[in-house]
């Protein structure tokens, strides 16, 4: 897939991951709507002559207007970076009601519903990219309603991979390590344990960025090694 001319979405593009994807895109000559919860902390990042639309994914309505939003910008969309969410941590007897119901809509139902309208807006031969993460492929104690909402969207992908096929489009599930982008210590609810040291988040979208160019279909966690 040649970039340069090419124009994608990236959600999440205020976290460390999304704005160097975003960044990446850019320089590799396409255009990027880039989108976060909010204008202040998109305005916070340097996330260079991306077009910027605030969107808080957490409306039902959220993600299918964000995509009508960013192909507006152009009139074609190629590509959906998928790279917003939250973490939460605390025994599966113990995560209360409120933390759940946040983690399975930032988690699994806003990038389900994102997926869903992007399989109907992305041109023939685009991509469509969800991250998700290695505790899709692992899920860890302490963690277990967020292992939950990243399992079901994975699976959420992996279902929807073969349908795409037949418009003609990529749909790719990614699933990077441990990576150091602070995501935890920015926890919704209970407090990090102390973890080895992750992935370089510029070397993790460098290789997502590869996996776009290059036309994989899947990215699990041992690809990243």
């Given at each position: 897939?040649?970039?340069?001319?090419?124009?994608?979405?990236?959600?999440?593009?205020?976290?460390?991951?999304?704005?160097?994807?975003?960044?990446?895109?850019?320089?590799?000559?396409?255009?990027?709507?880039?989108?976060?919860?909010?204008?202040?902390?998109?305005?916070?990042?340097d996330l260079g002559s991306a077009?910027?639309?605030?969107?808080?994914?957490?409306?039902?309505?959220?993600?299918?207007?964000?995509?009508?939003?960013?192909?507006?910008?152009?009139?074609?969309?190629?590509?959906?970076?998928?790279?917003?969410?939250?973490?939460?941590?605390?025994?599966?007897?113990?995560?209360?009601?409120?933390?759940?119901?946040?983690?399975?809509?930032v988690d699994l139902l806003a990038?389900?519903?994102?997926?869903?309208?992007?399989?109907?807006?992305?041109?023939?031969?685009?991509?469509?990219?969800?991250?998700?993460?290695?505790?899709?492929?692992?899920?860890?104690?302490?963690?277990?309603?967020?292992?939950?909402?990243?399992?079901?969207?994975?699976?959420?992908?992996?279902?929807?991979?073969?349908?795409?096929?037949?418009?003609?489009?990529?749909?790719?599930?990614?699933?990077?390590?441990?990576?150091?982008?602070?995501?935890?210590?920015?926890?919704?609810?209970?407090?990090?344990?102390?973890?080895?040291?992750?992935?370089?988040?510029?070397?993790?979208?460098?290789?997502?960025?590869?996996?776009?160019?290059?036309?994989?279909?899947?990215?699990?966690?041992?690809?990243?090694?």
């Open positions: 897939m040649d970039l340069a001319g090419k124009h994608f979405l990236v959600t999440g593009a205020s976290g460390a991951l999304g704005s160097r994807i975003t960044r990446r895109l850019l320089d590799a000559g396409a255009t990027v709507t880039a989108s976060g919860r909010s204008e202040q902390t998109l305005a916070g990042v077009h910027l639309v605030a969107s808080d994914l957490t409306h039902p309505a959220a993600p299918a207007d964000l995509i009508a939003a960013a192909k507006s910008h152009t009139g074609t969309l190629d590509g959906v970076v998928i790279a917003s969410g939250v973490v939460a941590f605390g025994p599966a007897a113990e995560v209360d009601d409120d933390t759940v119901d946040d983690l399975l809509l990038p389900l519903r994102l997926v869903r309208s992007a399989l109907t807006e992305v041109a023939a031969g685009g991509v469509v990219v969800s991250i998700s993460g290695v505790i899709a492929e692992k899920p860890v104690g302490g963690m277990a309603a967020y292992c939950a909402a990243k399992a079901g969207i994975s699976a959420f992908v992996e279902a929807a991979r073969p349908e795409a096929r037949r418009r003609k489009v990529r749909v790719v599930d990614v699933r990077p390590p441990h990576t150091e982008t602070g995501l935890a210590g920015r926890a919704i609810a209970g407090t990090a344990p102390t973890m080895p040291d992750g992935l370089d988040p510029d070397a993790v979208a460098d290789r997502i960025v590869k996996a776009i160019a290059d036309d994989e279909k899947d990215l699990a966690s041992t690809d990243f090694s």
